[in-house]
């Protein structure tokens, strides 16, 4: 997904419309934060921002050298990431309203 210019501008009108230039008439119908929110946009900075912290811990390469004991390794370390990040992770509670 491309990151579009503020002054960008469609190409050719008499030509069909490409994905560009539909997420521009989506930007100008809708406005950039709706066209975010459609699109999914931020989701590939999560996913980065994940793998980034799985590397970290990790390391950026498997240790096993067959299929099925690189499949064990990787679901283990995910297995390992995941409880690390739940032990992190706060309790929230609902507060039913605040008496003062």
Same mark, same amino acid.
């Given at each position: &997904?491309?990151?579009? !210019? ?9 030509? #069909?419309? +490409?994905? !560009? ?6 930007? +100008?119908?809708? =406005?950039?934060p #709706? ?9 590939? *900075?999560?996913?980065?921002?994940? &793998?980034?912290g799985?590397?970290? @811990? %990790? ?18 370390? %995910?297995?390992? @990431?995941? !409880?690390?990040? #739940? *032990? =992190?992770?706060?309790?929230? %509670?609902?507060?039913?309203?605040? %008496?003062?």
């Amino acid at each position: &997904m491309a990151i579009l !210019r503020a002054a960008a501008e469609t190409r050719d009108k008499d030509a #069909a419309p +490409t994905q !560009r230039d539909r997420h521009l008439a989506m930007m +100008t119908e809708r =406005g950039r934060p #709706a066209w975010q929110l459609a699109n999914n946009y931020g989701k590939r *900075a999560l996913v980065e921002t994940t &793998m980034a912290g799985y590397k970290a @811990l %990790v390391g950026p390469r498997l240790r096993a050298r067959g299929f099925e004991a690189q499949q064990t390794e990787a679901a283990i370390s %995910v297995a390992v @990431l995941n !409880r690390m990040l #739940a *032990a =992190g992770r706060q309790a929230s %509670v609902l507060c039913q309203g605040i %008496v003062t």
